[in-house]
């Protein structure tokens, strides 16, 4: 019958109280998780700028580095998303 019932962390807590407990954290994690959505976006855009030169510069062309931008923001865009889905747990 013990195989039914939830387990418990070594502490003692139940589950649901985990949860609680990670709800309730400190204020400077928090801050530095919504900085990082701040901080991965924008660097996504200018790498993604940057390759897209290099790439205009060795293929000769003038129009890469707008690839380079959508490419970046979709990268960051898809980091966001995962981050938010992985805190949303």
Do not use: C
Not at 10 to 28: D, F, L, T, V, Y
Not at 64 to 73: K, N, S
């Amino acid at each position: 019958m013990s195989e039914l019932t939830p387990q418990s962390s070594s502490k003692g807590e139940q589950p649901e109280e985990q949860k609680k407990a990670r709800r309730k954290e400190n204020w400077m994690v928090t801050l530095m998780r919504y900085s990082e959505i701040g901080f991965v976006i924008p660097m996504s855009v200018v790498v993604g700028y940057f390759l897209g030169l290099v790439a205009d510069h060795l293929l000769h062309t003038h129009w890469l580095y707008l690839v380079g931008i959508v490419f970046g923001a979709v990268a960051g865009f898809d980091s966001m998303i995962r981050q938010a889905v992985e805190w949303g747990k």
